[in-house]
């Protein structure tokens, strides 16, 4: 199901950001993130968004803030 494509992805993207790879890493782990937020998955959310964080970050690129910050800030959702 979702749950799972999400899975494959959050690892792919995890492995191809460890691998110096974000133009590969970033769009898995955005439809990771869009697809465990969508299910109600707030951990695996927030790993998504935070290893996005990392990975868009390791260019230097300041638009990793708004994703890193999400898992930390973002309290405005009750918990599923």
């Known amino acids: 199901g979702s749950s799972a494509r999400a899975s ?6 995890v492995l191809s950001g460890l691998q110096g790879q974000p133009a590969i890493a ?17 951990h695996h959310e ?8 990392v990975t868009i970050g390791q260019n230097g690129d300041m638009t990793a803030v708004p ?5 930390v800030i973002d ?3 009750p918990p599923a």
């Open 46 to 53: 927030a790993y998504c968004l935070a290893y996005l964080g």
């Open 75 to 77: 309290r405005s959702r």
């Open 8 to 13: 494959v992805l959050f690892a792919g993207g």
């Open 67 to 71: 994703p890193a910050e999400r898992t």
């Open 26 to 42: 970033r769009p898995w782990l955005e439809e990771a993130a869009t697809i465990f937020a969508s299910v109600g998955d707030r």
